[in-house]
């Protein structure tokens, strides 16, 4: 008797940490997650491609509070002696004015130059071979840090995503796309139950592996014309639409994929 | 006992799978399904013996173009340009390269080949899938060569019966009402042509009047009202053989016989006793039976492809109004409730809806209803057009439209036209003169 009662408490303790191991979200406590908005990420390393040179900044930062002080120990600019109201300006002071404001207004033109004026200071005051190298490897191992941990936080999403279905946008696309190719036999009945269902099995472009018609047996049973004609029709769509609009990572995620096609709302009007 | 604990346990074991993305495609476009009918192949010998005796250059196209304009007044379908064919069609019966017809963006090639043998039009064809590259259907007619527009007919009928799932329509006639002259004195005959309006007949001389023909569902047998001596006389119509008979002479107004779905009654209403009510008559052995009992006027009546109901328009609730009843005329119900007057409702051979005429606010509306009267649709808005008649497949509706006249009473015309119950795909049929009362036949060849 007491050896069942063990056995018994033994095994449901078992279960209730499996069960609290395997529902992670009755341990957590619900997110307040912001609403999703898809945003486009965009590798610009690859065009820029400016070296992380941490002694560099340092430097740049030096001489930046050096001229800070340069300004400051400078004497005060004059007043200027405000004008007449009715001194009327002449019209070449007048373009001398709009040409100053142009000035004033940031320039992206005027950026570029900012940045190759670092540069070239860089290079007249740091031209020593032995800390560019330092510089080199230290930028490496640095670089090579960051890497390290974008890579996990990737993998991170990626496993959150294995479990998701398609975004909003992914699937919209998808959708958009297939309605396009996508030719309704108007001859169809609306008020009859013709749900087509077709697996797909998905290359990494987009492309069809593989196609199968769920309730393939009800193809070529009698009275089923309608049906056989809705499967042909959405096989078209999929052949003509191909490769399909899939995201561009997770491919574990949508590998296999089910697209269920119903005209009774088109048909019906 | 252990084994039940260590059952559920792997039960109950996480498994990590990834769970099947499913996306729901509702939506699709409404465009016409792009048709490559490559002309049909001939060869030289069969294309003399039929230019000698049906007067055609090349029978393998003239087929394939009756075919292509078929599909294309069908509104489902758009053929495609030939000139943009790459490949020659006896080339293309063989074996379809379908690179070639994937690159036009054709979905569905139509291929086929025209042999003379024995004094008779042997005909092949075959439907191809381009974009799966299957054939989807292959079939072979021997005819007499007179029937080579036919044949035609019924390569579309089977090319839209594979495509849409539901029976074609194009192996079929339309009876109608011929009409000739001024507006006040016009001359009436009963005419019949294949449904695209060619191999046009005249089947009376017109001496008298003739109104609503009406085709038998089961055969090629047609009952239409005329005046004889003034009084109406309901008649009957073989087409095959010509034979014309007299049902009987009726009382008073009679109008618009119909067939019983098994083509042995004919229910028409008439005047009798200054009351209009729905009749029906055997046509063996002659019985008429009273089917509706009501002071109002009942007219127009239409049986439901069971043969279970009738459909009719009566003014019993003060306004002309569309009504349902079962076939011995209990369980009276009314299924029209819009604004306007309802009238002529015909029963869909498919027996899903029930086609109707409305009138409302000057205008004449063609439109459909369930058989229980929800979901009104009105197809087609115009001047004046009554009279719908559907196809044998319950898709598309044919009736008449009539045009104003200008001051001087000139400017009169009538002309059949069809819809498709999308109501995008509406088409004048061309006919030689003015055509009224339209009634379109069943399939010929089942």
């Known amino acids: ?242 490769p399909l609009r899939v995201p561009s990572t997770g491919y574990e995620r949508w590998k296999d994929m089910q697209l269920n096609f119903d005209a009774r709302e088109m048909l019906e009007g | 006992m252990l084994f039940r604990y260590l059952y559920i346990l792997l039960i109950l074991l996480p498994i990590k ?113 381009v974009l799966s590259g299957k054939e989807m259907m292959a079939l072979a007619f021997t005819t007499v060569p007179s029937n080579w527009r036919r044949v035609g007919h019924i390569i579309t009928d089977k090319v839209y019966e594979r495509l849409t799932g539901e029976k074609g329509y194009f192996d079929t006639r339309i ?51 005329s005046y004889f001596k003034n009084l109406p006389r309901v008649y009957l119509l073989d087409i095959e053989t010509g034979m014309q008979e007299v049902v009987g002479d009726f009382p008073g107004m009679t109008f618009a016989p119909r067939f019983s779905p098994d083509g042995k009654k004919i229910i028409m209403s008439f005047a009798k006793d200054g009351n209009s009510d729905i009749y029906t008559m055997d046509l063996e052995n002659r019985i008429v039976e009273r089917i509706s009992n009501h002071p109002s006027i009942d007219t127009s009546p239409s049986y439901s492809p069971d043969g279970k109901y009738i459909t009719f328009n009566s003014d019993r609730s003060g306004y002309q109004q569309i009504y349902v009843m079962s076939s011995n005329g209990k369980n009276v119900k009314r299924i029209s409730f819009g604004n306007g007057l309802y009238g002529t409702p015909v029963w869909s051979p498919r027996g899903d809806l029930i086609a109707f005429t409305k009138l409302h606010k000057g205008k004449f509306y063609i439109g459909v209803m369930r058989t229980d009267g929800t979901g009104e649709r009105l197809l087609t808005e115009n001047f004046y057009q009554e009279a719908p008649s559907w196809s044998p497949n319950g898709r598309v509706l044919i009736f008449y439209r009539e045009t104003k006249t200008n001051a001087k009473g000139e400017g009169f015309s009538a002309k059949l036209w069809s819809i498709d119950l999308t109501g995008y795909n509406e088409k004048m049929v061309e006919t030689e003169t003015d055509a009224s009362d339209p009634s379109w036949s069943s399939l010929l060849s089942n």
């Open chain 2, 17 to 129: 799978a990834f769970a099947l993305i499913e996306v729901d495609i509702t939506r699709g476009n409404l465009n016409p399904l792009p048709v490559a009918v490559s002309p049909l192949a001939i060869d030289k010998n069969s294309k003399k013996n039929f230019k000698k005796i049906l007067k055609k250059e090349d029978l393998g196209m003239e087929i394939s173009t009756i075919v292509e304009n078929n599909l294309r007044q069908s509104g489902l379908f758009n053929p495609l340009n030939k000139e943009a064919f790459l490949q020659e069609p006896d080339i293309a019966n063989l074996k379809p390269r379908f690179e070639d017809w994937n690159l036009i963006k054709a979905q569905a090639l139509v291929t086929g080949k025209v042999t003379f043998e024995e004094e008779k039009l042997r005909v092949e064809f075959r439907l191809w899938d």
């Open chain 2, 175 to 225: 009876i109608y009402i011929s009409e000739e002259g001024p507006k006040t004195n016009r001359i009436k005959k009963l005419a019949i042509m294949d449904q695209d309006g060619f191999n046009n007949k005249f089947l009376t001389l017109g001496n008298e009047l003739v109104l609503t023909p009406r085709f038998s569902p089961t055969n090629q047998m047609v009952t239409y009202l």
């Open chain 1, 1 to 242: 008797m007491n050896r069942n009662i063990f056995i018994s408490f033994g095994f449901h303790t078992l279960l209730i940490i499996i069960t609290a191991m395997s529902l992670p979200f009755l341990a957590k406590k619900p997110i307040d997650l912001p609403p999703i908005v898809s945003v486009e990420l965009i590798q610009i390393t690859d065009k820029t491609k400016i070296p992380f040179a941490p002694k560099a900044k340092k430097i740049i930062e030096k001489v930046k509070e050096k001229e800070k002080k340069l300004v400051s120990e400078q004497a005060p600019p004059k007043k200027i002696k405000k004008q007449k109201p009715d001194a009327i300006p002449l019209p070449d002071e007048k373009i001398e004015k709009i040409k100053k404001i142009k000035d004033e207004k940031q320039n992206p033109k005027k950026i570029e130059t900012e940045i190759k004026q670092i540069s070239e200071f860089e290079k007249k005051e740091l031209f020593d071979t032995n800390s560019i190298a330092a510089l080199i490897d230290k930028s490496k191992t640095e670089s090579a840090e960051t890497k390290k941990k974008l890579d996990r936080v990737t993998q991170d999403q990626d496993k959150e995503m294995d479990f998701g279905g398609l975004t909003l946008s992914e699937e919209d696309a998808l959708k958009a796309q297939i309605f396009g190719c996508w030719s309704i036999p108007l001859g169809l009945p609306f008020n009859e139950d013709l749900l087509v269902r077709i697996k797909l099995q998905l290359k990494p472009d987009g492309s069809i592996i593989r196609t199968e018609i769920i309730d393939h047996a009800r193809m070529n049973r009698p009275g089923q014309a309608f049906y056989k004609v809705l499967a042909e029709s959405a096989l078209r769509a999929i052949k003509l639409c191909q």
